[in-house]
């Protein structure tokens, strides 16, 4: 008996001590998939030419915001995404982006996943994860940090961009495929974080509707793991510009842009960010609005 209620003391203090972590974690995350944001923009992509008015007004809705930390996604440049950020960030873009991996790169603008890091937070650069293994591939580079915030328990967090054309029910097409060999990596990778005690966020631009009733894909990242969907309550209230008619709007029905924690993970539901209707159609944004979620 005196050894069972030693057991119990020491399972609750354990509990006392996971919780007290992550409550005191208090962190600002936010997603964004800045559509073709570059500094040299491409004679033949209408969306990567901005003005410093564009770049101002992007700039503008990221300190309304100001997170400590930004998962981006579709980024050609270290300037780029630094005229949206300002000067207070470290930025951590992909791996892909490096001289080393030419070979992954396209020749005029890339889309590169990456992280704007506050500086006065301590961040481990750790090899990107790599969500196709085609010794070809030019995409699916996902940057890989590990925040620690305060000295408390360090969080490991991926920036993502998913395979398009698959946002719904599951066909046997091959971005369908594509999207299901991925979801298996990231699954693999939150399996490995769970085995370590890991804390872990995974945030991006997901190109999928993991908050669907029974979604096949968000069933396949959280078999046999204890990950939970942050933005699982986050409405889809952006409004972007008509692609078909840039002098109209034009509003997501779902939300693919997503933020997955592990479960110590405190917080308090994601939301997307709305662009005003003007903004959108004076100004060239994006075609996704940020997802912004406060971990406590």
């Not at 203090?13 to 007290?20: H, M």
């Not at 040299?40 to 901005?50: D, I, W």
């Not at 479960?263 to 903004?279: M, P, R, S």
Request: net charge positive; glycine share 2%.
């Amino acid at each position: 008996m005196f050894t069972n209620h030693l057991l119990k003391i020491f399972v609750t203090s354990l509990l006392f001590v996971t919780c007290s972590s992550s409550a005191n974690t208090n962190l600002k995350v936010m997603t964004w998939n800045i559509e073709w944001l570059t500094s040299a923009p491409n004679p033949s992509m209408v969306p990567s030419h901005r003005s410093n008015a564009d770049f101002s007004q992007l700039n503008q809705y990221f300190s309304q915001i100001s997170p400590d930390i930004l998962s981006f996604q579709e980024v050609n440049d270290l300037d780029a995404i630094k005229h949206v950020v300002g000067s207070n960030y470290t930025i951590w873009l992909s791996q892909r982006s490096w001289e080393e991996n030419r070979k992954h790169q396209f020749v005029q603008t890339n889309q590169y996943t990456g992280f704007a890091v506050n500086k006065a937070l301590s961040v481990t650069r750790m090899a990107d994860l790599r969500l196709e293994h085609s010794p070809t591939s030019k995409l699916r580079f996902a940057t890989y940090i590990v925040v620690e915030p305060d000295s408390e328990q360090p969080v490991h967090m991926l920036a993502i961009h998913l395979k398009a054309g698959c946002h719904a029910a599951y066909r046997n097409s091959k971005n369908c495929r594509r999207l299901k060999q991925q979801s298996y990596i990231l699954q693999q990778w939150i399996l490995d974080r769970e085995l370590d005690n890991d804390l872990y966020v995974i945030a991006g631009d997901f190109n999928h509707n993991l908050s669907y009733p029974n979604d096949w894909m968000w069933a396949l990242l959280s078999s046999g793991n204890n990950a939970v969907l942050a933005s699982k309550k986050a409405k889809a209230t952006c409004l972007v510009k008509s692609k078909r008619e840039p002098n109209k709007t034009y509003q997501y029905k779902s939300l693919i842009d997503h933020i997955v924690v592990s479960d110590h993970v405190l917080f308090t539901d994601a939301k997307q960010v709305e662009f005003k209707k003007e903004h959108v159609l004076n100004y060239n944004l994006s075609d996704h609005c940020p997802v912004t979620l406060h971990i406590q």
